[in-house]
């Protein structure tokens, strides 16, 4: 195959074929789709064109999907978003894109003011198509705006209100797209009519917030919840609390970690069941430990420990995990017995509508980015197209 980078004038015209079309609704799913200049330009069944000004891939009957788009994940092979390196950036995105991802949010964890800033000015610099890895959207702020009787494993001691200087030099980056935030502190509305003004998308997290107030988050203009059950008030039949809200209110998407360890498969079966395709989307808030070994690491002066694919700190807490967006799919799979032709969209098409982007992702139709994942019969990653051009796996040829 010929060699292509992302930063190249033109991607190459692709045709792929022999795959299984399982978003498309028809008796006769096999077909194929051409791509020409980082696009979808068609979409088809049956017999392949004759063409010969193409490149061609054969999916050998693999099922064709949109690319992954994973709005929360930290980091991969021993690096993270939070070290303010645009190189291990990069190193992230070639891991991700192995594993199906085509687009990410890289996301920080609660850190000094400093750090912070340093973290979202090299998401700046990295922003955008990555050579042979998922491209770089912008940043995703999980903290330090949230609530520390539901830090998870964020540290208290750096857990504060939005200061007018930082949150300025926060926002001026220009990389912000999703903000996770406590919606019922009062400190905390200021700076959330900020970022809804901006068009940042605002996510309830980290929040002991009631049933009340996120009511009256949504009034604000909250439309996400970051990792349902997990760092918020869970549900009582007298107070539904956060989890509640987010599983009952048709205005908000939520995140649910699939990756066996932060939610019980019946929970997941749950939220399918609540909020369906269009509202549900998987996330993976995988970390530095990602595609290493299991053992002990370190994140910001903390220990963690990978053990039989759970992160933990030192005193138990859950700390992120190990598992992609593949891995999660397999595992929501099985949990919920949803077919994999009704479930696609909580992997791309859904996270890409959250995040303001669904006229150009999450869909295997014409004029939209030729983002793609073909899977085999196990649902694992037999190949990786981003802008059109194969970045994992497969090998095209005239």
Known sequence: ????????????????????????????????VRLEDGRIAEVGHGATPDRDDVERLDASGAS???????????????????????????????H???????????????????????????????????????????????????????????????????????????????????????????????????CRDRGIVLSAGHTDATHADLLAAVDRGARHVTHVFNGMRGMHHREPGTAGAALTLDSLTCEVIADGVHVHPAMLALVWRAKGPDRMLLVTDAGKATGMPEGRYERGGRELFVQEGAVRLADGTISGSVRMVDEGLRTFLAATGARLADAWPVTSRTPARALGLGDRKGEVAPGYDADLVLLDDSLEVSATIVGGRVAHGGTATR
């Open 1 to 32: 195959m010929t060699a292509h980078a992302p930063g190249d004038a033109v991607p190459p015209s692709l045709l792929v074929t022999n795959a299984r079309l399982v978003t498309v609704d028809d008796p006769a799913p096999t077909g194929w």
């Open 96 to 194: 991700y894109v192995r594993h199906g991802v085509t687009a990410f949010l890289p996301t920080l964890v609660t850190a000094d003011p400093p750090t912070t800033l340093a973290a979202l000015r090299a998401i700046g610099e990295a922003v955008g198509a990555v050579a042979d890895g998922a491209t770089i959207l912008g940043a995703h702020l999980e903290g330090p705006f949230i609530s520390t009787r539901r830090k998870g494993a964020h540290r208290e001691d750096l857990i504060r209100a939005p200061d007018p200087g930082e949150a300025e030099a926060l926002l001026a980056t220009g990389v912000l797209r999703l903000v996770t935030i406590a919606p019922e502190l009062p400190e905390n509305a200021w700076f959330m009519d900020a």
């Open 64 to 94: 064709l999907l949109p690319g992954f788009v994973d709005l929360h994940v930290h980091g991969a092979v021993g690096h993270d978003t939070i070290d303010g390196d645009p190189a291990a950036l990069h190193a992230m995105a070639g």
